[in-house]
Nanobody, 115 residues
């Protein structure tokens, strides 16, 4: 059973930084794609950033240049470095992995940007 566990969320002041981590366990396969999505209150879940096993990255226009996605040395780990955070970045952030053509989601970690 594949499980994704996120960590690193919390409360941060505007302009601050946070680093989210996600580890997928339970699979012998390397994830083809790992990504971060977010869902703000009253809004649909949206893609924040994704990274393929070859390193190709995609970013939402709203976070390009502000957030950086990377994969860890350990298999099926992914990070999201978030800088210059704004109140509009407040959301539950979900980790996603595509492993062997199946889709997996974490339970989410809350990021609150507020003074």
């Amino acid at each position: 059973q594949v499980q994704l566990v996120e960590s690193g969320g919390g409360l941060v002041q505007p302009g601050g930084s946070l680093r989210l981590s996600c580890a997928a366990s339970g699979s012998i396969f390397v994830a083809n794609i790992m990504a971060w999505y977010r869902q703000a209150p009253g809004k649909q879940r949206e893609l924040v950033a994704s990274i393929r096993d070859g390193g190709f990255t995609v970013y939402a226009d709203s976070v390009r240049g502000q957030f950086t996605i990377s994969r860890g040395n350990a298999k099926n780990t992914v990070f999201l470095q978030m800088n210059s955070l704004k109140p509009e970045d407040t959301a539950v952030y979900y980790c996603y992995a595509s492993i062997n053509l199946l889709n997996y989601w974490g339970k989410g970690t809350l990021v609150t940007v507020s003074s």
